[in-house]
């Protein structure tokens, strides 16, 4: 009787798996802000489609490689990643093509974020500057060569060069060295000569949080989407305003191929650019909107990257050519930085 | 001269082996928002804290499940193995023996990988059943090892008497040996639990949406904040295993078996 | 050993069975992924292109530099630990070995996680030296290969002292105070007496703490980051960050190879001077 038992349990458990499938999306997102985040979107959308989301977190990168492994019996529905790693799953052909006529807001998108890969591929969702974020009580940050001054020797953290802000880190940086953004060999071979003077490169914002908040780190670039976190810790943090301007980005919103769900995730890329949704994750400081209708107040807005000008002003990598260099960047990363 | 160093050595080794630990138990009674050490005022908070994040208790049923039934299936592969290999002349028992101990040497990260490519995806297999065969794969070598060195202190002959007196095979092994090794098989049982409850690198790569035990939640917790949370649940987990194993110890005197 | 041999296999072949499927079968594919070139046929191109790669070198030289460094430390340690255990009365001894075993039983998540708060900028350690003016800003510890090295030797050197206690319950009672009424001094008594006796616990030993620091991923994660990379994480990376199935195969083989080898070398070390 007792071999029985755990058979029993686990064809139970398979099961009511397999039962809850019918109402059920799955969606791959960020990891930073899980919490503002279930309350400004996943709680009420689930209320509204009467379905469960069932959500895999992690940085851009690394998702992008899981639907990549993936790909033969797709596990995510939906997905918001950085519009290269979008892309990079756009010409592999595991990404569907999205029809915009199913998402009643689109018109209300900045002309940039509708677009942005082609094909209509993907869907831009969130604009974010990228600067550099620092402990004011301890140091000044004018420019992004500050990041491997003496000042910061043993105290800076750099985004790791896989993930999304690494190859703003190094378009910044080789622009702070009068570099044209052609070329980023020499920025990488000085990053290689500081390398001891760089406490460790993190790979998703909510561990450079975590490590700022710890006083590991006292200065590092990030996305402005991180900066809640660092805005309501006890310590002093400053978001930088360096000469060389912020550089910036967007996240689209991507349905992989075949999926099946399809009816469901466009219901959830419908809401979350909706006016309402957008306002709200705006209001709770994580994401700045893509929808051009959101109003904020001048304080919330103060904290988030709004308005056309701002976002006119950032200095952006195109995600072509950003795929194109990847593989030498970290060739050359791996040998002259992480040594 | 001889009391004073004895002491001395054992004091650091123990101090360098428990000390961390107790840190961080103390470092869960925080009242502060950060992880400290001494805490900043003393709360139970993040204690309770912890039964409230839904991850954890979704993370930790699925732990308990794959620790309690991973081992069961284990102990229902490993019980009948350890008696053949114990009580017949196999062909090919060596063989057997070191296919099944296999689990034991291949690193975890490499079991996990292995089977996310070469079972779950191709065969469209469930993260959860991958989870499930993992962990009873990494159990069985302990159920076989310490089950069949409590067939070893059990003498054949008394099997062989109850054959003699009418009974069939089967009913020797559950009338005469079942009762004798029983303190064997529950040894195992726990030494599996624990081992499976705290299994970490196996479980890595077989992660899905939704899917996690519990290490793999902790650490993904830990990767979006330090709060004295992980540090309160580490303790209670720590209690958890220590306290399952004292009782077993008072109750059996586990350690023989071990 | 009384009954027939075929009789008996129905009941073994089960677990072999099971395990050889769901677990060697899978693992054995994966190794020789790095064994097949673009045409399916045998090539050793992973191997080379792996060891091109000069980061690759590095983690793979750290990783075997680390866990002989784990192994010694612990052994040094375990030695002196072990030898104080033995010689306590038995009362005692049993209560100090349950101390012993006590951390293998809670979660390395959680035994790792302890450094952070002693090794941090902010933690305990850092405390003491500036609080005592030892320096105006507080180390940095954490992501350094020290790092790994303390959270690795805690972890495994559990799996020393267990060994050698159990090796020295093996050696006579006077054969010590002997070598010492004979006019042996300490270092002779350890390397003609004790080290002989022992060597089968140092050897499992060894074997133990070596494979355990080799094949440790939670450690090198959380206190050595994407800068301390070792084998284990490089192979996380290789497959989370880059799809690189042939680089996380060679790994696997690497792992296994080193783990086998440092059981062979110690076992014939061991058995050497008989």
Not at chain 1, 39 to 64: H, K, Q, W
Not at chain 1, 191 to 204: C, E, L, N, P, Q
Not at chain 1, 283 to 308: F, K, Q
Not at chain 3, 170 to 199: C, E, H, S, Y
Request: net charge negative.
């Amino acid at each position: 009787m007792k071999t029985f038992i755990p058979f029993v349990a686990l064809s139970a458990a398979l099961a009511a798996n397999a039962a809850a499938a019918e109402g059920k999306l799955t969606i791959s997102v960020y990891s930073f802000a899980q919490d503002a985040y279930k309350e400004a979107l996943y709680d009420p959308f689930e209320e509204i489609c009467d379905c469960e989301l069932v959500i895999e977190t992690g940085n851009s990168v690394e998702r992008m490689a899981k639907i990549e492994a993936n790909a033969a019996d797709p596990v995510i529905d939906m997905a918001v990643i950085s519009s290269h790693d979008a892309l990079s799953l756009a010409q592999k052909g595991l990404l569907q093509p999205i029809d915009t006529s199913k998402l009643s807001s689109f018109d209300k998108l900045y002309p940039a974020a509708q677009d942005p890969l082609g094909d209509n591929m993907g869907v831009g969702y969130t604009f974010y500057a990228s600067s550099i974020v620092y402990r004011e009580d301890l140091v000044t940050i004018d420019s992004w060569g500050d990041l491997l001054g003496d000042d910061l020797a043993g105290n800076v953290s750099l985004p790791n060069i896989t993930g999304t802000q690494g190859p703003l880190t190094l378009m910044m940086l080789d622009k702070a060295a009068g570099g044209d953004a052609s070329d980023f060999t020499g920025t990488i071979s000085d990053i290689g000569a500081h390398a001891d003077d760089i406490v460790t490169f993190y790979s998703r914002s909510s561990e450079l949080a975590q490590l700022m908040n710890q006083e590991e780190v006292i200065a590092a670039p990030v996305g402005r989407f991180a900066w809640s976190r660092f805005k309501s810790s006890p310590l002093p943090f400053a978001w930088a305003e360096p000469k060389e301007g912020q550089a910036g980005g967007m996240n689209v919103m991507i349905m992989t191929a075949n999926n099946g769900n399809e009816e469901l995730a466009y219901k959830l890329m419908d809401y979350w650019l909706s006016t309402e949704a957008q306002t709200r994750i705006a209001e709770a400081l994580i994401d700045s909107p893509a929808n051009m209708d959101v109003t904020l107040s001048d304080e919330i807005a103060e904290n988030l990257t709004y308005g056309a000008d701002l976002i006119n002003s950032l200095n952006i990598l195109p995600p072509s050519t950003i795929i194109a260099e990847r593989d030498a960047w970290v060739d050359q990363w791996n040998t002259e930085v992480i040594r | 001269m001889k009391a004073f160093p004895i002491w001395l050595i054992l004091g650091a080794t123990l101090t360098f082996l428990i000390g961390p630990f107790l840190i961080v138990i103390f470092a869960g009674l925080s009242a502060g928002e950060a992880l400290a050490f001494p805490p900043q005022g003393l709360s139970l908070k993040w204690y309770a804290k912890v039964f409230t994040v839904e991850s954890f208790r979704a993370s930790f049923a699925l732990s308990m499940f794959l620790a309690v039934f991973g081992t069961l299936a284990a102990l229902i592969l490993g019980i009948p193995a350890a008696y053949a290999l114990n009580r017949y002349k196999l062909p090919g028992a060596e063989t057997i023996r070191t296919v099944v101990a296999a689990p034991i040497i291949v690193p975890g990260i490499i079991v996990g990988l292995s089977l996310l490519r070469y079972f779950v995806v191709p065969l469209n297999v469930s993260i959860l059943v991958a989870l499930f065969v993992t962990h009873t794969a990494l159990v069985l070598p302990y159920a076989v090892r310490v089950v069949s060195s409590s067939l070893n202190n059990l003498r054949a002959d008394m099997e062989e008497a109850a054959v003699i007196l009418g009974c069939t095979r089967l009913q020797a092994f559950i009338k005469v040996v079942l009762p004798n090794i029983r303190g064997g098989i529950l040894a195992a049982f726990i030494l599996g639990f624990v081992a499976s409850f705290n299994e970490v690198p196996a479980s890595l790569f077989l992660s899905g949406p939704g899917v996690r035990t519990l290490p793999i939640d902790m650490l993904s917790y830990m990767e979006i904040t330090f709060d004295p949370s992980v540090a309160a649940l580490s303790a209670l987990l720590a209690f958890m295993s220590v306290g399952i194993v004292f009782l077993a110890e008072r109750l059996l005197g586990f350690s023989r078996y071990v | 050993m009384f009954l027939n041999r075929t009789e008996g296999l129905p009941l073994a072949l089960p677990a072999a069975l099971f395990t050889f499927l769901v677990f060697l079968v899978p693992v054995g594919i994966l190794l020789s992924v790095a064994f097949q070139n673009v045409g399916g046929g045998f090539s050793l191109q992973g191997y080379v292109d792996f060891f091109a790669q000069p980061l690759n070198r590095t983690v793979f030289l750290r990783t075997l530099k680390l866990g002989v460094l784990v192994a010694a430390v612990s052994a040094v340690i375990g030695y002196a630990a072990a030898f104080c255990i033995v010689s306590l009365p038995a009362t005692s001894r049993g209560r100090v070995f349950g101390l012993i075993v006590l951390p293998l039983m809670i979660s390395p998540v959680a035994r790792t996680y302890a450094w952070i708060v002693i090794l941090g900028r902010s933690g305990i350690v850092n405390d003491v030296i500036v609080g005592l003016g030892l320096s105006r800003l507080p180390i940095r510890f954490l992501f350094t290969e020290t790092a790994v090295f303390i959270g690795l030797l805690q972890l495994f050197l559990p799996l020393m002292i267990i060994s050698l206690v159990s090796a020295m319950e093996n050696v006579p009672k006077d054969a010590v105070p002997a070598a010492r009424v004979l006019g042996a001094n300490w270092m002779q008594v350890f390397f003609r007496v004790i080290l002989p006796l022992t060597k089968e616990g140092l050897v499992v030993g060894g074997t133990l703490v070596f494979t355990g620091a080799l094949t440790a991923y939670i450690t090198p994660a959380i206190l050595g980051g994407s800068k301390v990379l070792m084998l284990e994480t490089l192979l996380y990376q290789k497959v989370n960050v880059s799809n690189d199935f042939v680089s996380a195969s060679v790994i696997a083989m690497i792992l296994i190879v080193m783990s086998f080898s440092a059981n062979l070398l110690l076992k014939r070390i061991a058995t050497a001077k008989r």
